[in-house]
């Protein structure tokens, strides 16, 4: 990202970036964080929540962490036009990222409902001027929401061979796959241009032992550090812009942001993840 000229010009006010892990089904937890950054220094969590069920109290959430505005990814189907199959969105991100585990599941009416619950977020959001965009200037403030997906973005910011396999039951592998994972945040997160600090509540949620969590509790860990990557997904894409980051699809017919793989130092596919 280009430098901004003159360096004792006044800086914009720093944004807000929101992650968000939406369950596709209605009264299953979601999970969202909140990062604040701006200028060319880093972003740090200021709000996260792990248990939210219905999308009024996630927008109510979302909109009093976020005064100025800001950037919303949502790991979610937001826009399903087709009513079987997978959209074009989900094909392209799985062809270009199947080799690390990290295809899209495909989203259709039947498996995501008419309209899709990240669909009832988005109009939610859409009437708190968070409108549906990706064409976001790099490094510019804007306000928007947008579909993310954090198993591409782990892979390139993270410099992955392979997503980690963590999600639905607390199996010993699940829980060692968190805990890989987890740590693997820690290990890259300050070493990322530009970097993440994470401190406070956040970070002691992010200690805590996968093999020592169960049943709800287990899933709601993993659902919270699916979230820190979607708010560093919309981070890393407000400060790159498209010089790393691409869109699949359409705001109209379905879109994923995705990172352009040859812009991140990401190792060959494999490994166990």
Known sequence: ????????????PPMRFVGVDLAWADRKPSAIVVLEGGGEGPARPIAF????EHVEEMGDFIVSHTPGGGIVGIDAPLVVPNGSGARPCDLECTAKWHAYDAGALPANKKLCGDPPRGGRLLAWLAGAAFPHRYDIEAGVPARAAMEVYPHPSSVALLGLERIFKYKRSATSQHQEGLAAFQARLYERLGRLDPPVELGGELAGRLRRNPALLRGADFERQGDLVDALVCAITVFHFWRWGAEKWEVAGSAAEGAILLPRAEAFAIPAPGGAG
Do not use: D, V, Y
């Open 1 to 12: 990202m280009p430098r901004r000229p003159g360096g004792n010009l006044p800086q914009p």
């Open 49 to 52: 929540s792990s248990g939210l």
